[in-house]
């Protein structure tokens, strides 16, 4: 199965344990937005794709 790991900083660096020590929610949170817009993106697109499928004389209106 797909996988992903992220590597946000590297331990045997004090000064990266450090800030990642700091800035841990700020970076939990960035990572879980991304995350989160990913795979919403993804689902419109399916959704879209799912309704052409079932209504093709439908045309999708223009994006702004």
Not at 18 to 35: G, M, N, S, T
């Amino acid at each position: 199965k797909p996988a992903l790991l992220l590597e946000v900083c590297f331990v045997d660096s004090s000064y990266d344990v450090e800030h990642y020590k700091v800035y841990y929610r700020q970076l939990i949170d960035a990572l879980a937005r991304a995350l989160i817009d990913a795979v919403g993106g993804l689902i419109k697109n399916i959704e879209t794709k799912k309704a052409r499928l079932s209504h093709p004389d439908k045309k999708e209106k223009p994006r702004v």
